[in-house]
Every structure is written in C-alpha cells, then in structure tokens.
C-alpha cells in the first residue's frame, strides 16, 4: 500500500512503542510509568518498566464519546437548551472538565450541567484505569505505575489531570 502510494517506508511502528523512546529521554525516568493516549475514537492505556512496554490495554473512552455524552437537551433556568455536537465540542475545548460545579460557564450553562452530563463517563474511565493497573501489579507482581502521563488529542482537555488525580 505505501509503494502504491509513492511513499518509501524506513519503518513501521506503533504509538506505544514509539512512547518507549520518549520515556527513555525523561530525566525522571521511573521504574514502572504509564500513559494514557486519548484518541478521538478510541484510548489505550499502556504500561512500561525502565521504558520497556510491558501492557496495553484498549479503554472504552474518546474524546468523541465526552462530546457525545454532552449533545442533546440542556435544562437550564432559562430553559430549554439544544446542544449540538459542534456546541459540546467548543464547550469541552473551552472549558474542559470544570472543577467548580457553581461557576457559569455561559450564557446560561452552568459547570453543574456539563460535570453531570460527562461524570458518568469520566467515572468509567478512572474505574478502567484503576482496574488496569490493579491487574497489571496481580499478574506482574510489580508495583502500579508511579506516574500517568497523559498523550494524544484528549491530552490538552482542561482539569483532566486533575480529575483523574483526584479519582486515582
């Protein structure tokens, strides 16, 4: 396909191996790390020791899903509220996951509103996340990972680090 396409490959890789050599080049290079690659249709979590890729593991979560999940009917006190995709993709990009649950994001959309709409698959994503690294210390008999970090397109989502923080 790619000599069809006129193009000479050196290589062909995948993200998380590609990660290995970015881990590799951290200063706070720790024994057991993980990262969370938020794609638009789909994420992986993948867990390394030393910068070597030891578990992967496909999570039931995208950026597209959290836009999704705030597309319909808002009930706000000044009534009904139609959010369309293109809406629920600037409110998230613009706001992120709010942390202030009293603070009017706009107009008449409260962080309330948007926090009860994405919770639910906030919440699935933390309890994926836990449990992943719950099976990776039973089967490895190593220790969780010491740190998470956060790639890929859903990595510049506002207060999601804090988010998952907090729930971790």
């Given at each position: 396909?790619?000599?069809?396409?006129?193009?000479?490959?050196?290589?062909?890789?995948?993200?998380?191996?590609?990660?290995?050599?970015?881990?590799?080049?951290?200063?706070?290079?720790?024994?057991?790390?993980?990262?969370?690659?938020?794609?638009?249709?789909?994420?992986?979590?993948?867990?390394?020791?030393?910068?070597?890729?030891?578990?992967?593991?496909?999570?039931?979560?995208?950026?597209?899903?959290?836009?999704?999940?705030?597309?319909?009917?808002?009930?706000?006190?000044?009534?009904?509220?139609?959010?369309?995709?293109?809406?629920?993709?600037?409110?998230?990009?613009?706001?992120?996951?709010?942390?202030?649950?009293?603070?009017?994001?706009?107009?008449?959309?409260?962080?309330?509103?948007?926090?009860?709409?994405?919770?639910?698959?906030?919440?699935?994503?933390?309890?994926?996340?836990?449990?992943?690294f719950e099976y990776f210390k039973s089967e490895s008999g190593l220790d969780m990972p010491q740190v998470l970090y956060i790639t890929g397109g859903g990595a510049n989502l506002k207060n999601f680090?804090?988010?998952?923080?907090?729930?971790?």
């Amino acid at each position: 396909i790619a000599t069809a396409c006129g193009l000479a490959p050196i290589k062909v890789s995948s993200s998380v191996f590609n990660y290995c050599g970015t881990l590799n080049l951290l200063s706070a290079n720790l024994e057991i790390s993980a990262i969370l690659d938020i794609g638009h249709t789909h994420s992986q979590v993948s867990i390394y020791q030393k910068s070597k890729l030891t578990f992967v593991r496909n999570l039931n979560f995208s950026y597209s899903k959290l836009t999704a999940s705030l597309v319909g009917a808002l009930i706000t006190d000044s009534g009904k509220l139609e959010i369309n995709t293109q809406k629920a993709d600037e409110l998230l990009r613009k706001f992120g996951i709010p942390l202030d649950e009293s603070q009017v994001l706009e107009g008449s959309i409260k962080a309330s509103h948007i926090v009860s709409l994405i919770r639910p698959l906030l919440e699935t994503v933390a309890k994926e996340l836990s449990r992943s690294f719950e099976y990776f210390k039973s089967e490895s008999g190593l220790d969780m990972p010491q740190v998470l970090y956060i790639t890929g397109g859903g990595a510049n989502l506002k207060n999601f680090d804090s988010y998952l923080a907090s729930a971790l």
